[in-house]
């Protein structure tokens, strides 16, 4: 299994453009993590969550993905409702919160101006991603929270984004043998819109584990 130095970087400083930002809110935030985010949890996961990327208050803050902002309050509560989680909330890097079975990472481990990376910054971080999906244990799902972290995926395992097209709760065979799940992202627009409710979230959830049992 490829080790933590393949799959991430903290020092990272491909991208020009975030690497100047986090400079920037590390001086004006100095107590905030302000580098690129690690993922989290199972080191063999059966599930792979793969969101857009930190957040300014939450993992850009805290260190750890969806950790501290809105967009964790019901992807936390969902994984603890589902198994996944020991806590149904995530506050901080150190509040002893344990992940079972499943694993979190972003299609670009830096925060992005306005939260938009723009798409040379998603292909120079594909790499990290690449060899995430890589070192998934046989028979793991992987759950793109959001188009942007669909396409990263599909990039990441080189296939075409036309061949396999976004949509909430779609499930995609992928080539070998793997299966990829969509949701919208559980970011604050998407939610306070209704656009992703709870229960079309749980239903997400459900069905993997649906899913899983009948491999």
Do not use: W
Not at 13 to 27: G, I, Y
Request: glycine share 8%; hydrophobic share 35%; with cysteine.
């Amino acid at each position: 299994m490829p080790s933590m130095k393949t799959t991430f970087d903290l020092n990272c400083r491909r991208c020009p453009r975030l690497a100047s930002f986090l400079d920037e809110v590390k001086v004006q935030q100095p107590d905030y993590h302000a580098r690129p985010v690690p993922p989290f949890g199972d080191a063999e996961p059966k599930l792979l969550i793969v969101g857009l990327a930190p957040g300014m208050h939450g993992a850009n803050r805290t260190g750890r993905p969806f950790t501290g902002d809105y967009a964790g309050v019901l992807l936390y509560d969902t994984l603890h409702k589902f198994g996944y989680a020991s806590a149904p909330v995530s506050v901080s890097a150190d509040d002893g919160l344990r992940l079972t079975g499943c694993r979190i990472t972003n299609a670009v481990k830096c925060l992005p101006p306005a939260n938009k990376p723009e798409g040379s910054e998603v292909s120079q971080c594909n790499g990290f991603l690449a060899e995430e999906i890589k070192a998934l244990p046989r028979n793991a799902a992987i759950l793109a929270l959001g188009n942007v972290a669909h396409g990263a995926v599909l990039k990441a395992l080189g296939l075409k984004l036309s061949d396999y097209r976004f949509g909430h709760d779609v499930r995609h065979d992928l080539p070998d043998g793997s299966v990829l799940y969509d949701s919208y992202h559980c970011s604050r627009y998407n939610t306070q819109t209704r656009r992703l409710t709870e229960a079309t979230f749980h239903a997400v959830f459900a069905r993997i584990q649906q899913d899983s049992r009948g491999v």
